[in-house]
């Protein structure tokens, strides 16, 4: 994962980067704290009202330990081991652990999400920079056996790892609930590795938080719109900015000289033309307003996005930023430069928006069989414990999943029979809807379900399974039927409501229900190859909902099977040439693979009962195309029969691609 560090000199500003450690802020605010207001705002105030904190649930932390000295921690620690010293006192001494163990049990000054549950604490690293997967493997072992409840993993790496990922699916398959964090090494997508690429956990990525410094900009230009990030230290806008845009070349007092920027616009670029030549944003941002502009942006001198800080040691705290400064990628900067010629008008604006998913967060996919991340939550200027009785303002989706750690806690203190996966539905059917800028729900591979819901969970009375659905639909496979599986927690004999957005003539939904059983159908409206993403919204007691992705293709994958023989055929539009096709078991692990031609074919033997993926990639005339299906062997008469795309009802279960084993890896601090 990409190193990315702010430092953040007061509550004021905006973290948007995060490094491989998160940063640590001693902070001398009153405690109003920053913690209290992130797990109001995911509703844990509701349960407690209730009398729920999540007694007498175990929660295995596996990071740098725990400080148990802390005054808001004294008490909760009751158990773990230190894989590093060997031994039982699992002592913090770095500070991370202690993060995220106040934001889930902190019972003094700050209240965690579930501040009446316990922990075990497991140090696997005591510097934070490395661990052997070893010590982690070893460590969600010893969780089981010490009796855990739920395991929060707020570290990572940026590819897959077979050990760790077998060692949480086999927690989970023990009742074990896992959450992790996602990772910081946003925003570009595909960029979750393990243990977030695991669907068996509940992968949680990182939202702003209820506070004022969550600031987000806009830009639009002649309607159309470029992503651009407000710079830590931003002076907000009360009302949106209109005016011309004029080009500033690197906003050195001499570039600006012999234009005029009163009351408008200024585009930069980053950095400067001159060797060794230190041109600080804050430096750009003072010529600009010294100069009469109104705003500054500051596009990148190399490929991508970027945070800027107006914060330096160099101006010193004298400065003050004047106006709003915004950062974009490189490639934007320099189309909006070329528009330049003419009179360009641009509107700029700056708003509160605690929902927007933070600029580090990793994005998914991670796989074409599953939803990565699972949802969203506060991971940005986090109020909570950290060692020596301190309290530390940090950021990082490390921050983010134990607030799901906690909501978990509270179900299960109120369901003590609810399985992992169970839990995990709740957690993310219920979840809120996250929009961008611009109003539009972010994607599925950005926030997953959306934003964590205390309150609406812990009122849900439906469990749903899966929580996610994916139809592949091509001319050669019009039509798909999935189901799910629907439990009621307190019986009742309402009919939910269902609803299906948005509905358009690409593709049509119906759904009914069968006993337990919600059918839930697509029919190919309109042949436009590429992806839909939409929502099953559920009313019982409660709103819930289930993502829907789906894929329409030119072609599609036939299975023919002779006892535990599958053989493929490849239908499609245009004319092919190779394929190959891979078969992955339900934990993602490649089982094998062949290679086929319209002449010739070969066969895969799956003897084991279970659910299985197929993905053929397939070479045609026009390029490379991925087709997908589902089989299932029939535990009963150890029977094959294909689920998948052309006809059947598809029960989509977790997996994930394991493909490389690491002796060791580096702990992402997310």
Partial sequence: MRNMTILIFCISMLVIAYSIFSSKIQTDLPLETLLEKSAQYVGAPYPHN??????????????????????????????????????????????????????????????????????????????????????????????????????????GVNRTNNKIEDAIND????????????????????????????????????????????????????????????????????????????????????????????????????????????????IKEKNAADAGARAIIVYNNEPGIFLGDLNNKLEGPAYKPQIPAVSMSKEDGQALLSTLQNRTTGTIKTFYHPDFVSFFSSRGPVSPFYIKPDLVAPGVFVNTTSIQARYNLTSGTSFAAPHVTGAAAILLEKNPNLTPVQIKSIILSTSEPVSDTFSTLFPQEVSGAGRLNI?????????????????????????????????????????????????NSVVKFDHWFDGTTLFVKADLGEQRVGEYQANMVILDKVVQRIPILVRISDGSIDISKNESQLNFKIESQKKWTYSKISVFNDD???????????????????????????????????????????????????????????????????????????????????
């Fill in 171 to 282: 927690a989970i398959k023990k009742g074990v609930l896992v959450v992790v964090a996602a990772g910081n090494s946003g925003p570009e997508l595909g960029s979750i590795g393990s243990p977030g690429r695991d669907p068996h956990a509940i992968t949680v990525g990182a939202t702003y938080n209820n506070i004022t410094s969550s600031l987000v900009a806009t830009l639009d230009v002649s309607e159309k719109r470029f992503q651009v990030l407000p710079m830590v230290g931003i002076v907000p806008l009360s009302q949106p900015f209109t005016s011309e845009i004029v080009f500033g070349k690197y906003g050195r007092v001499s570039d600006l000289a012999t234009l005029d920027v009163k009351n408008k616009i200024l585009l930069v670029e980053r950095g400067s033309d001159t060797k060794d030549e230190l041109l600080y944003f804050s």
């Fill in 50 to 155: 209730l009398g729920f904190y999540g007694k007498g649930i175990k929660i295995a932390i596996i990071d740098t330990g725990v400080d148990s000295e802390h005054p808001d921690l004294n008490g909760r620690i009751i158990g773990g081991y230190d894989f590093i010293n060997n031994d039982y006192i699992a002592e913090d001494t770095n500070g991370h652990g202690t993060a995220v163990a106040g934001i889930i049990a902190a019972n003094g000054k700050l209240k965690g999400v579930a501040p009446e549950a316990k922990i075990l604490a497991y140090r696997v690293s005591d510097t934070g920079n490395s661990v052997s997967s070893d010590l982690i493997v070893q460590a969600i072992h010893k969780s089981v056996e010490d009796g855990a409840d739920i395991i929060n993993l707020s570290l």
């Fill in 455 to 503: 309150t609406r969970a812990f009122d849900a009375n439906l469990i749903i399974e899966p929580s996610f659905a994916i139809f592949d639909l091509s001319t050669f496979s019009k039509s798909q039927t999935l189901q799910f599986k629907v439990t009621k927690i307190n019986q009742s004999n309402s009919i939910p409501q269902i609803k299906i957005i948005p509905d």
């Fill in 588 to 670: 993602g692990r490649l089982i094998d693979s062949v290679s086929i031609t319209p002449t010739s074919s070969k066969s895969i033997d799956v003897s084991k009962t279970g659910n299985y993926w197929i993905q053929a990639d397939v070479i045609t005339e026009n390029g490379t195309m991925s087709l997908y299906n589902s089989i299932s062997m029939d535990s009963e008469n150890n029977n094959l029969f294909a689920i998948g795309i052309p006809t059947q009802a598809l029960i989509i279960l977790g997996g994930t691609f394991g493909i490389v084993t690491l002796v060791g890896l580096v702990i992402r601090r997310k």
